[in-house]
């Protein structure tokens, strides 16, 4: 089955490896240089204000958006946007390394419309990594059952709920064998009565040891899921730490945030 | 991690993709632009290169291919006849009697007689046989041979009109002349105003319908006319001055021994009798001498609505099959092709692809189509670029389309949501293969419609290529209502055909829009 991650690489280093990744969008500076690590195996919340740059820390780790300068590690691929390759080709090679490392969950899915369930699965498998459809079938449909979606293969996204659609979405970005999963707010989208299959789907990928990079507002889902929590704050890591954190904030910042999500939860 | 050998995941190959800042919108990947936008132009220069014969080429029998440039709507001189469907007449049996006594091969090409000149100085014809009168100017420009017509101008009015019977009584009125003709000038020079038409049957009709005072032109396509319709609505009220004009064969001041075979051969069939022969066939008396006395004439064609409807069906049909289907779906494949490219290229953001791209979109949407088809047909071989008929009014109208298809293909790929192409690029999708398998797909759904206003358009603008001598419907239309004035039913009849098949496509377009929806979100 390819639903279990890949192996312990016997390394004493961290999976994943961010250090002083900053990034502006015209004159705003959004991040102002983001460090941290997380081990291979566990869960990350990245909570924080709107407008903190969380979703930004996330789009770095896969070059959405490509950070003005620091470093991203994942596993054995780094690129350093401080000193990019100035050949065009080589620049290229090293972010479509890093970008291999990790499978992203989208707030809106994003799943090719066009597509049917099972096509939209085995997209990057056979198109991209050159995996026979057999072998990629074989692997979808261990996915979908996974998921619980086993006999929607032939589905057209249009054709399933709004919490069904991000599930085959988080399907999606299992299908190429990442090492981590970013997931960038995976149940904003959703209608509430929608939102506890996909955190259920999320919590079993946590349990069954997926590196897993969320960014959320969901609180209480932080807390049960995760192994650490990066409170970022105008575009620095505020504070850091596992999750007892959400229960106990050492900074007033993290404090107002909480108190003010927890209350109008 | 720098030292270390990279270590892939199992069956993980190597992945590259453009390091694009989505932010900007999607940039294409320059090199993969430029192959695309080679191909179509690559296209083009082939279909230009093609087929162009060279100027009076011999062909395999070592004989002399002489290209004839005629209007064959100007009855009794060159028209189609109706019971034949050949090209004949005055001039065309002359032209080819000429032709057997100095042992050349005739090739014909039609054309309206605004167009013949531009055609004879662009090389696409040889000699022009259209009742071509001597004058001046002309001398000045082309070689003539000696006369084989002579005639006098007539002042013709409508029936019920008064007053009109001289020259100086034709100041400050309105006639309809073919704007290049020896007549407009003489209309002109007396101080009438001009209205441009195309051959003396639309100018009588638009006598008829009262939009003009009178018509100056050469007595015998009158009395041709008025024998063939029988109409009594319009009449010849006078001479247009006392001068007798000379009509001959015209050719490039270039190419004076092939004016001296024409003349050698016509002083021989002036002395064997043939020429005064033709005329007498057509004319009852001899036009070829000065003094031809009076002439009678049975006119050129007589048929009933009915059966001009009917015999014309035919050849319009053909028009469609040969001519407008063909054009339109090459000018679409070729047209989409280009768009796609301009398309691409005015989203890159490379400066020396994105400029080009504009300015070519720019100038197609902001110049009409029928000037792009005279710069190509006849502009382009003032420079030296000579391209045959049916390859240029491939080159215009595929330009055009990829024009107009380009803005279309763009802001469809603009409306596929951007979180697509993200989608794609994380599950490792270069540039190129996220266009096709994931924008390109969705984006053709929302550019159905609108494209096949687009291939609609071009369906009904193919018939702009009679302009450029393409036998198309239209032409064969414009053919058969010349020579029997039957304007009205063949013009519907045209109309039926045009209607026909853009009603065929509008029904593909349904099906097709049915079968995209099926994952319509």
Same mark, same amino acid.
């Not at chain 1, 291979?40 to 789009?59: C, D, F, N, Q, W």
């Not at chain 2, 951007?418 to 797909?441: D, H, K, N």
């Not at chain 2, 291939?455 to 029997?484: F, N, R, Y």
């Given at each position: ?265 | ?163 009109? #019977?001289?020259?100086? @009584?034709? %100041?400050?009125?309105?006639? =309809?002349?073919? !704007?290049? +003709?020896?007549? &407009?000038?003489?209309? $002109? ?39 063939? #319709?029988?109409?009594? @609505?319009? %009449?010849?009220?006078?001479? =247009?001055?006392? !001068?007798? +004009?000379?009509? &001959?064969?015209?050719? $490039? ?53 009915? !059966? ?214």
């Amino acid at each position: 089955m390819t639903t279990t991650p890949t192996d312990h690489r016997g390394s004493s280093q961290s999976l994943i490896e961010v250090a002083g990744v900053a990034k502006a969008f015209g004159d705003q500076q959004v991040l102002n240089g983001i460090d941290f690590t997380a081990e291979e195996g566990t869960a990350t919340a990245l909570l924080g204000p709107s407008g903190s740059g969380k979703t930004t820390v996330l789009r770095s780790l896969n070059v959405l958006e490509t950070p003005d300068a620091g470093t991203v590690r994942i596993a054995d691929a780094s690129v350093d946007f401080n000193s990019l390759p100035q050949d065009k080709q080589l620049r290229r090679r090293e972010i479509a390394a890093l970008r291999s490392r990790s499978g992203m969950v989208f707030q809106s899915h994003n799943l090719f419309p066009h597509k049917t369930v099972l096509e939209n699965l085995n997209e990057g498998p056979v198109q991209v990594q050159g995996r026979t459809p057999e072998e990629a079938t074989a692997d979808a449909r261990g996915l979908l059952e996974q998921v619980g979606l086993a006999g929607r293969e032939d589905a057209y996204p249009a054709q399933l709920s709004g919490g069904q659609q991000q599930r085959v979405g988080i399907a999606r970005a299992l299908a190429l064998k990442p090492q981590v999963v970013l997931l960038d707010e995976p149940t904003s989208a959703l209608d509430p009565e929608l939102v506890g299959e996909v955190l259920g789907v999320i919590k079993d990928l946590a349990q069954q040891g997926w590196t897993l990079m969320i960014v959320t507002h969901e609180v209480r889902f932080a807390r049960d899921v995760a192994d650490q929590v990066l409170f970022l704050d105008g575009g620095v890591v505020a504070e850091r730490g596992g999750p007892e954190v959400l229960s106990d904030p050492q900074h007033d910042r993290t404090k107002q945030f909480l108190s003010r999500i927890l209350a109008a939860g | 991690m720098p030292g270390s050998s990279p270590a892939p995941s199992p069956g993980r190959s190597p992945i590259y993709s453009e390091p694009v800042e989505l932010r900007k919108g999607r940039r294409p990947s320059t090199r993969w632009l430029v192959v695309l936008i080679l191909a179509p132009l690559v296209l083009l220069g082939v279909l230009a290169t093609s087929p162009a014969q060279a100027a009076s080429a011999a062909d395999g029998d070592g004989q002399r291919v002489v290209r004839v440039g005629t209007e064959g709507t100007y009855p009794p001189f060159t028209y189609v006849d109706p019971r034949t469907s050949q090209l004949t007449g005055y001039d065309i049996e002359v032209v080819e009697a000429v032709a057997q006594e100095a042992g050349w091969k005739l090739k014909f090409v039609q054309s309206p007689f605004d167009a013949i000149f531009p055609a004879l100085d662009a090389k696409r014809i040889d000699v022009v046989a259209n009742q071509v009168t001597i004058n001046p100017e002309r001398e000045a420009r082309y070689l003539f041979t000696k006369p084989y017509t002579y005639s006098h101008g007539v002042i013709v009015t409508a029936a019920d009109t008064k007053g009109i #019977t001289t020259l100086a @009584d034709l %100041k400050g009125r309105t006639t =309809a002349q073919s !704007e290049t +003709s020896n007549w &407009a000038q003489v209309a $002109r020079d007396a101080g009438a105003k001009v209205r441009s038409v195309e051959g003396f049957a639309q100018a009588a009709e638009l006598l008829v319908q009262g939009r003009v005072d009178a018509i100056v032109n050469d007595n015998i396509a009158v009395l041709d006319y008025l024998a063939s #319709t029988g109409s009594k @609505d319009i %009449k010849i009220t006078g001479e =247009a001055g006392d !001068e007798v +004009s000379k009509q &001959a064969l015209a050719f $490039r001041k270039s190419d004076p021994a092939l004016r001296d075979e024409a003349n050698d051969a016509l002083e021989k069939l002036r002395d064997d009798g043939t020429l005064s022969n033709i005329s007498e066939k057509y004319f009852k008396a001899d036009v070829s001498v000065p003094d031809s006395g009076e002439l009678e004439l049975e006119g050129s064609d007589t048929r009933s609505t009915p !059966e001009v409807v009917r015999e014309t069906a035919w050849p319009m049909l053909r028009g469609l099959v040969v001519g407008t289907i063909p054009l339109t779906v090459i000018c679409f494949v070729v047209g989409m092709l280009i768009a796609l490219a301009a398309a691409l290229a005015r989203m890159s953001a490379n400066p020396l692809l994105r400029n080009p791209a504009r300015f070519y979109i720019s100038v197609i949407r902001g110049t009409p189509l029928l000037v792009q088809l005279f710069i190509v047909f006849y502009g382009l071989p003032q420079i030296g670029l000579k391209i045959p008929s049916y390859p240029a009014a491939i080159i215009a109208l595929s330009l055009n389309v990829g024009g107009y298809a380009a803005e279309i293909i763009r802001s469809s790929i603009l409306s596929v949501p951007r979180g697509q192409f993200e989608a794609a690029t994380t599950i490792g999708m270069p540039y190129a293969q996220s266009m096709r398998r994931i924008i390109l797909p969705q984006a053709a759904r929302i550019a159905v419609p609108p494209l096949s206003n687009t291939l609609l358009s071009l369906i009904k603008d193919t018939s702009l290529a009679s302009v450029v001598l393409v036998p198309e419907l239209l032409h064969e239309a414009q053919v058969a209502a010349a020579s029997s004035q039957q304007y009205l039913p063949l013009y519907i009849f045209a109309a039926l055909y045009y209607w026909v098949v853009c009603w065929l496509v509008s029904l593909a377009q349904n099906r097709l829009e049915g079968r995209l929806e099926r994952f319509a979100v």
